[in-house]
């Protein structure tokens, strides 16, 4: 893991991709709410992404 210098990331830098995720997350369970169909499919494939990107580093971890 590279050393940074204590100070150097912005707050954004740092809550970038946990907000974005929320974001993800967030919008999912709204199509969850909107109704069958298309609105079904979408919530699964929103909801389930923070799952993969989940495993994902957790497999390139290992």
């Known amino acids: 893991m590279p050393r940074t210098r204590q100070g150097t990331h912005t707050v954004w830098a740092v809550y970038r991709w946990p907000v974005v995720i929320a974001a993800?997350?967030?919008?999912?369970l709204t199509f969850?709410?909107?109704g069958d169909g298309f609105w079904d499919a979408a919530s699964w494939l929103l909801l389930g992404?923070?799952?993969l990107v989940g495993l994902h580093f957790l497999a390139r971890r290992a």
Not at 24 to 28: C, D, K, P, R, V
């Open 24 to 28: 993800i997350s967030a919008l999912g």
């Open 32 to 34: 969850a709410l909107l």
């Open 49 to 51: 992404s923070p799952a």
